[in-house]
């Protein structure tokens, strides 16, 4: 029963096609507590659509998803509390153009009730601090970078607390100088023990920080396990013709 | 943003209470009717210099009530529209130079004749054209629904002229005038007053009128009964004490001059705007009255248009779409016909021109208004929805606190674009009668017939308050970006 108690993420034989697309077929998998799962794969495989169900924003045609133990695609769950224990960081930051960095990372605390708008100010400050952009609280969010709107959508995404955290292409639109800032953050947050899953091209980040790296490619998943199994041995015949292609590019 | 929002409500607020609705006062011991009447239609109904309601229409309708013993106001609007609004029992009764006719009579009821008179053909001064016979194949211009039209309209077979229709006396005449049509056909007084005020129009029949006829005041069949007794008691009144010929004779004997200013007023601009300061002062302020408070209320209810589309239920947004589809796709004028005219006929219920004029607006403008809003909401990146979504905050929430302010700003332009259409088309609001700027230039046109330098003016004062208009948005603009 101490196994049971670990699994954060639970997701079984999830389906979903847009059309004649079958983009995700009969996927199945969990995620521990405190684990860092990475999703690889090639671009259309499927990997951010299952990312994006994790907190509903796709809806599968058929299947299970519990996250901490709420069955999501249960009507009468309320998706927006469960939302709220679930942190996301896209891939175009989607930081709200009409507020300032502090007021991004403040609004949905404060809109919830989570917390006074002085604790979510404070909580706002030391999260800047964390991710390396203390003096920037005040300033409008179209005057950032893509590296400093990322970590800034990193902060909004912790100020509620979450206990899961997701990432979809968490690096893909920055320029290369950037990346490493972003990647670091997102190290240093694995560390604290919390739960991540994160759909990246970065293989290198995948190697050093997953605890499980998990392969798509049309809609399955082919192969999964440690960075070590997945990047030094793969079984998979199109996991090893995925690989001979990034590694070498 | 939220104060640049408040600056402007404050702002147009304060507009409000500087062009504020006069009242109609009426006194209580005798009975007080609504009469509508031609505003266009001298000798009978006209505006003279000091911008006042005269003519022979008015002064015996005035002598009459006083002889009788009640009291009138007079609501002076378009000739079709005048009859209409008693015949949708908007008003008790009408006196526009009437003919009394047949057709007429299966929907009014007519006072005794007051006039005799008859239709008068008449062309522009030179030209060629010398009988009916000449017309074959030309354009006679005519006044909507006036029995000169009707006449026209009989013979029209015979003589094969086609014919055009206008909704004022004036633009009759330039269109004879500036030979775009060949002729018209009126009442022999109405065509002689407007040839003696300098009109270039020569009457062909003067002598021999057709279907010489009588005008009568109206009142809607089988209702004011009273009222019409008491008409034709005031009216045997006056013709026995001279009253009547006096009034007659003061307008037909009379130089026009003494009703429309001296010739050098009338010349010139600076004269006209001078001689009609006041009228055009109050001609506009109701144009901006109009302006002001239908623009709040049309953004208000095209807000809520817009909102309702991007509902997530589908029916508030079947309905929203609905309602856009229904009064974006109608004419304006026909909106204004059909609130102003159909709805009392059907219902009973009187509604004001002003009021009927505002739903216009409102209706008309809000749909665009509402239009554009949704396409502003929906033109706010998706994935702003998705980052407010995805932090647990409900899709209302997430739409008053990221999707419509964002919204909001990318439709500044288009709110400043539909202000200003809203502006220009208060003008069609003349059409029900009610005097704003157009109107009030359609009466000085009646008057000294000086067409070209009047619109004009008037054509200059929509360019300034539009200008100005334009100005007050950009800065209120520049204060929402700030």
């Given at each position: 029963?101490?196994?049971?108690?670990?699994?954060?993420?639970?997701?079984?034989?999830?389906?979903?096609?847009?059309?004649?697309?079958?983009?995700?077929?009969?996927?199945?998998?969990?995620?521990?507590?405190?684990?860092?799962?990475?999703?690889?794969?090639?671009?259309?495989?499927?990997?951010?659509?299952?990312?994006?169900?994790?907190?509903?924003?796709?809806k599968p045609d058929s299947g299970v998803i519990d996250v901490d133990g709420h069955d999501i695609l249960d009507p009468k769950t309320?998706?927006?509390?469960?939302?709220?224990?679930?942190?996301?960081?896209?891939q175009n930051f989607n930081l709200f153009n009409n507020y300032t960095v502090?007021?991004?990372?403040?609004?949905?605390?404060?809109?919830?009730?989570?917390?006074?708008?002085?604790?979510?100010?404070?909580?706002?400050?030391?999260?800047?601090?964390?991710?390396?952009?203390?003096?920037?609280?005040?300033?409008?969010?179209?005057?950032?970078?893509?590296?400093?709107?990322?970590?800034?959508?990193?902060?909004?995404?912790?100020?509620?607390?979450?206990?899961?955290?997701?990432?979809?292409?968490?690096?893909?639109?920055?320029?290369?100088?950037?990346?490493?800032?972003?990647?670091?953050?997102?190290?240093?947050?694995?560390k604290t023990g919390m739960t991540m899953v994160i759909v990246t091209h970065e293989m290198g980040f995948a190697k050093q920080v997953a605890n499980r790296v998990v392969f798509f490619e049309s809609g399955k998943i082919q192969e999964s396990g440690t960075p070590e199994q997945i990047f030094t041995a793969p079984k998979n015949e199109r996991l090893q013709t995925f690989l001979s292609k990034v590694m070498h590019a | 943003m939220k104060k640049g929002l408040l600056t402007v409500l404050v702002a147009l607020s304060a507009l409000f209470a500087v062009f504020g609705l006069s009242k109609n006062t009426a006194s209580a011991s005798e009975p007080n009717y609504t009469i509508t009447s031609d505003a266009t239609y001298a000798p009978f109904d006209f505006q003279d210099k000091n911008n006042q309601y005269i003519g022979i229409d008015q002064d015996l309708l005035k002598a009459i009530a006083k002889a009788a013993g009640f009291t009138v106001t007079v609501k002076p609007m378009?000739?079709?529209?005048?009859?209409?609004?008693?015949?949708?029992?908007?008003?008790?009764?009408?006196?526009?130079?009437?003919?009394?006719?047949?057709?007429?009579?299966?929907?009014?009821?007519?006072?005794?004749?007051?006039?005799?008179?008859?239709?008068?053909?008449?062309?522009?001064?030179?030209?060629?054209?010398?009988?009916?016979?000449?017309?074959?194949?030309?354009?006679?211009?005519?006044?909507?629904?006036?029995?000169?039209?009707?006449?026209?309209?009989?013979?029209?077979?015979?003589y094969g002229f086609k014919i055009t229709y206008f909704s004022d006396s004036d633009t009759v005449y330039r269109d004879v005038i500036n030979g775009n049509s060949v002729a018209t056909f009126a009442d022999m007084p109405v065509l002689q007053y407007t040839i003696k005020n300098g009109t270039a129009l020569k009457v062909q029949n003067p002598k021999d009128p057709f279907a010489a006829g009588d005008l009568g005041f109206a009142v809607k069949k089988g209702q004011n009964a009273e009222l019409l007794a008491d008409f034709n008691k005031g009216l045997a009144i006056i013709k026995k004490n001279g009253t009547y010929d006096k009034i007659i004779n003061k307008y037909l004997d009379a130089k026009a001059e003494t009703f429309t200013g001296s010739a050098k007023d009338n010349s010139t601009v600076w004269g006209i705007l001078k001689t009609n300061r006041s009228a055009f002062w109050s001609g506009l302020k109701q144009t901006m009255y109009l302006t002001v408070v239908g623009i709040i209320l049309a953004s208000l209810w095209g807000l809520l248009l817009g909102v309702m589309g991007v509902s997530t239920h589908l029916w508030v947004r079947s309905l929203s779409t609905t309602v856009i589809y229904i009064f974006r796709g109608m004419p304006m004028l026909v909106l204004a016909f059909f609130l102003y005219i159909g709805i009392p006929a059907l219902t009973g219920t009187k509604i004001s021109a002003w009021s009927a004029g505002i739903l216009t607006l409102v209706l008309n403008e809000g749909a665009y208004t509402g239009a554009f809003v949704r396409g502003g909401f929906e033109s706010v990146d998706a994935g702003q929805m998705e980052a407010a979504r995805s932090l647990g905050m409900s899709h209302s929430r997430a739409m008053r606190k990221v999707i419509i302010p964002q919204g909001l700003r990318l439709m500044v332009p288009s709110f400043i674009n539909q202000f200003i259409i809203t502006l220009k088309d208060t003008?069609?609001?003349?059409?029900?009668?009610?005097?704003?700027?157009?109107?009030?230039?359609?009466?000085?046109?009646?008057?000294?017939?000086?067409?070209?330098?009047?619109?004009?003016?008037?054509?200059?004062?929509?360019?300034?308050?539009?200008t100005l208009l334009t100005w007050f948005s950009n800065w209120v603009e520049k204060r929402m970006n700030a």
């Open positions: 029963m101490s196994e049971e108690k670990k699994v954060k993420v639970h997701v079984d034989k999830v389906n979903k096609s847009y059309g004649d697309n079958h983009v995700l077929r009969d996927i199945s998998l969990d995620v521990m507590d405190n684990e860092v799962v990475v999703m690889i794969g090639p671009s259309g495989s499927g990997k951010s659509t299952f990312l994006r169900m994790l907190n509903l924003l796709e309320n998706i927006n509390k469960v939302r709220e224990n679930i942190g996301m960081v896209f502090l007021e991004n990372i403040t609004l949905a605390p404060v809109q919830l009730g989570k917390m006074t708008k002085a604790e979510a100010e404070e909580k706002a400050k030391e999260l800047l601090e964390t991710v390396g952009l203390p003096d920037k609280a005040n300033v409008s969010v179209n005057s950032l970078s893509g590296g400093q709107k990322q970590r800034v959508a990193i902060a909004r995404a912790l100020a509620m607390n979450p206990d899961i955290m997701l990432f979809d292409e968490p690096t893909s639109a920055l320029d290369p100088e950037m990346v490493g800032d972003v990647l670091e953050v997102m190290k240093r947050l694995a | 378009a000739f079709n529209a005048a009859m209409q609004s008693v015949a949708s029992s908007q008003a008790d009764g009408v006196i526009a130079g009437t003919t009394i006719t047949n057709d007429r009579k299966a929907v009014y009821d007519f006072s005794d004749p007051y006039y005799k008179t008859g239709i008068a053909w008449a062309t522009a001064k030179n030209s060629k054209i010398k009988s009916l016979s000449d017309l074959k194949g030309k354009t006679v211009a005519l006044k909507t629904g006036t029995a000169g039209a009707e006449y026209a309209e009989s013979i029209k077979n015979q003008s069609l609001l003349s059409a029900i009668g009610i005097l704003e700027l157009t109107q009030t230039g359609t009466l000085i046109v009646t008057r000294n017939s000086q067409g070209f330098r009047v619109w004009a003016i008037v054509a200059m004062i929509y360019l300034v308050v539009i």
